[in-house]
T-cell receptor, first 110, second 114 residues
Framework: GQNIDQPTEMTATEGAIVQINCTYQ??????LFWYQQHAGEAPTFLSY????GLEEKGRFSSFLSRSKGYSYLLLKELQMKDSASYLC???????????FGAGTTVTVRA | GAGVSQSPSNKVTEKGKDVELRCDPI?????LYWYRQSLGQGLEFLIY????????KSGLPSDRFSAERTGGSVSTLTIQRTQQEDSAVYLC????????????FGPGTRLTVL
């Protein structure tokens, strides 16, 4: 596997910022995905990074450092509806499946 | 269709019985993937299809698991002689083609083996 590592849980206050880190094995790496999954629902796509740098999409941003095998998902201006599990997944250049981490459960409190 | 659909949404079965799970991908998507998600664990890859072909079956947990896809569209995942450890949510996803763009997930089938 790709040994995707991300924290199990994070808690933050409404309106605040939370950063979810993810590390992965760099060998053969060909893309990093972030998905959001609300309880009992399907994962929904948030972002895709294949080059180094920051990709911003509204309140959500994702960063990638290929040399460090590191990514983070940044959630700004947190809302209660952002309470969910956030899944980090990598893809290899000679493969098409995604290897997922166990997910980070984010709880947003009022 | 508008999104990936799966049926049934829930399935409860007795140990030793066979089950068949169905996935209907987004229209026009040639690549289809099966994953399973056990409680508190990450998604585990099972198998993918490009068209009707499944070049990589290495993720299937045992020979009790099989999958097919006919007509380049609907796929079925069959689990024979189910065991309690097969209990999980089985998720199907599709993408335009293998390695292209993001994978869109269906709502999953929650399988409970008693």
């Amino acid at each position: 596997g790709q040994n995707i590592d991300q924290p199990t849980e994070m808690t933050a206050t409404e309106g605040a910022i939370v950063q979810i880190n993810c590390t992965y094995q760099t060998s053969g790496f060909n893309g990093l995905f972030w998905y959001q999954q609300h309880a009992g629902e399907a994962p929904t796509f948030l972002s895709y990074n294949v080059l180094d740098g920051l990709e911003e999409k509204g309140r959500f941003s994702s960063f990638l450092s290929r040399s460090k095998g590191y990514s983070y998902l940044l959630l700004k201006e947190l809302q209660m509806k952002d309470s969910a599990s956030y899944l980090c997944a990598s893809r290899l250049s000679n493969d098409y499946k995604l290897s997922f981490g166990a997910g980070t459960t984010v709880t947003v409190r009022a | 269709g508008a999104g990936v659909s799966q049926s049934p949404s829930n399935k409860v079965t007795e140990k030793g019985k066979d089950v068949e799970l169905r996935c209907d991908p987004i229209s026009g998507h040639t690549a289809l993937y099966w994953y399973r998600q056990s409680l508190g664990q990450g998604l585990e890859f099972l198998i993918y299809f490009q068209g009707n072909s499944a070049p990589d079956k290495s993720g299937l947990p045992s020979d009790r698991f099989s999958a097919e896809r006919t007509g380049g569209s609907v796929s079925t995942l069959t689990i024979q002689r189910t065991q309690q450890e097969d209990s999980a949510v089985y998720l199907c996803a599709s993408s335009l083609a293998l390695g292209e763009g993001e994978q869109f997930f269906g709502p999953g089938t929650r399988l409970t083996v008693l």
